[in-house]
């Protein structure tokens, strides 16, 4: 048994591709063939042969092939989706919180002319001009197109929310912020809130024909 113990560790170091022999000793040994003659085995690989009594073997098995891995494919590379336009994603976000179109563009157009990198002297950011402070209260980064332009329009949706959709309210709330509009029980006297009031009110007439 000392010398299969050694033909064992020979045989194992060259694989086969043929059979299998099963060994009394409940091992099993790859070999390309083997020949029994009488009381002895001979059990073939690419070394040439080992030969044994036969008694050491109690069968032989198919050498089975092993299936192939199947490795998937890297996936492809995935091409980021075009970047909406200004007034495409002016559009899109109106159609989410229920605003009319011409309504958003109106206020973008005011806020900062569809220049997605504009910066006002006191620090609003982006397309629809978010104040850093009201942009964390929103979640959102300001200096992304889209997550400012979200963010913007549902601001401007919940200040029509809060003022029982009085259109000039909220627009003067977008521009000079709740507490002022509070204050005054309406549009504050500020030139500038008053002045944006009236040119987003004279843009959306220009294009529809009627007042808001």
Do not use: C
């Amino acid at each position: 048994m000392r010398l299969l113990g050694l033909v064992l560790l020979l045989t194992a170091a060259t694989a086969s591709a043929g059979e299998y022999a099963l060994l009394a000793n409940g091992a099993r040994m790859p070999v390309d063939r083997h020949e029994i003659d009488g009381t002895r085995v001979r059990l073939y690989n690419s070394t040439g042969y080992i030969e044994m009594p036969a008694s050491y073997v109690t069968g032989f098995d198919a050498d089975e092939p092993v299936p192939a891995i199947a490795v998937p494919a890297p996936p492809a590379p995935q091409t980021p989706p075009p970047a909406l336009a200004p007034a495409e994603l002016a559009d899109a976000a109106a159609d989410k919180y229920g605003l009319p179109r011409l309504l958003v563009r109106s206020v973008m157009a005011a806020e900062s002319g569809f220049q997605a990198d504009a910066v006002s002297p006191k620090g609003a950011i982006g397309l629809m001009q978010l104040m850093p402070g009201t942009a964390q209260d929103l979640g959102v980064d300001p200096h992304d197109p889209a997550q400012n332009v979200d963010a913007g329009v549902r601001y401007l949706r919940d200040l029509l929310l809060r003022y029982d959709r009085y259109l000039w309210h909220a627009l003067a709330a977008y521009n000079a912020g709740p507490a002022a509009v509070d204050k005054y029980h309406g549009v504050p006297p500020y030139r500038e809130t008053i002045d944006y009031v009236i040119r987003i009110a004279k843009a959306m007439d220009a294009e529809s024909g009627q007042r808001p």
